[in-house]
């Protein structure tokens, strides 16, 4: 008869602890009611404000669907009245940027471009300034900790909307290969959920609401692990 040898425990390094968190939004002082000096102050604003402005409205609870997914589109349209230039900010995806310093090149790029195209632009005043937020992300430990992928499959559908803002977009910021922490979770397995791992970094976190993110979540996951979602 063989030996069988016991299952080797999870080390700690190896656990997945569930975070939630909150975002603090600060003021930077910065105000400005003309495009001219949006763009110059944006080109010597802090990072985290910029950041703020194309997320932090994730964590915002609202009651309808927002026009723009992020702050500056929507000044553009709603201050400075121009459409052109407020649907060339809302199709930019800040996933699609390795940084944060070259997405804010674009707006500035984009926001020079316009103002070559209509030089009204450049001394039209909003009819609503903009004010310049930064956000500071506060996080908070639930206690829970889970050893395999499988516990995660089952966690997935009942983590609040602020966990999945936590683990699935704002790792992107902490990550070394700037993925999200399930994805380098699955990692931590060696190969046995590289198709898993895939999937998820093929979704698109910033056009979609936290909750039918997570729904994207569910779904994908209870595909891999059919025996906990049935």
């Known amino acids: 008869m063989t030996d069988q040898q016991p299952e080797t425990p999870p ?4 656990l997945f602890s569930i975070k939630d ?5 600060l003021a930077t002082g910065k105000k400005t ?5 949006f763009a110059k102050d944006l080109a010597g604003i802090d990072t985290a404000s910029i950041y703020h402005h194309f997320w932090g409205g994730l964590l915002q609870p609202r009651f309808e669907e927002r026009e723009y997914n992020n702050d500056f589109a929507a000044w553009v349209r709603h201050g400075i009245h121009d459409g052109v230039l407020a649907e060339q ?11 944060i310093e070259l997405l804010r090149q674009e707006i500035i790029d984009l926001v020079d471009t316009r103002l070559d195209e209509a030089e009204y632009l450049a001394w039209a005043r909003a009819t609503q300034q ?3 937020i930064r956000s ?4 908070f430990d639930t206690g829970k900790q889970l050893q395999k992928p499988e516990e995660l499959a089952g966690e997935m559908a009942s983590l609040s909307t602020s966990s999945i803002f936590y683990h699935f977009i704002d790792a992107r910021r902490r990550t070394s290969d700037g993925y999200d922490d399930f994805t380098d979770w699955l990692a931590s397995f060696g190969g046995e959920y590289e198709t ?3 999937q998820l970094i093929g979704i ?3 056009f979609s609401s936290l909750s039918e993110l997570r729904e994207q979540l569910v779904r994908l996951f209870s595909t891999h692990f059919p025996e906990v979602s049935s």
């Open 196 to 198: 898993l791992r895939e």
């Open 33 to 37: 009611r003309q495009l001219k000096e």
């Open 204 to 206: 698109d976190p910033y």
């Open 136 to 139: 500071q992300i506060v996080v």
């Open 89 to 99: 900010l809302a199709a930019l995806d800040p996933t699609t940027f390795p940084d």
């Open 11 to 14: 080390t700690e390094t190896n």
């Open 130 to 132: 903009f004010e310049f």
């Open 21 to 25: 968190c909150a975002l603090v939004a």
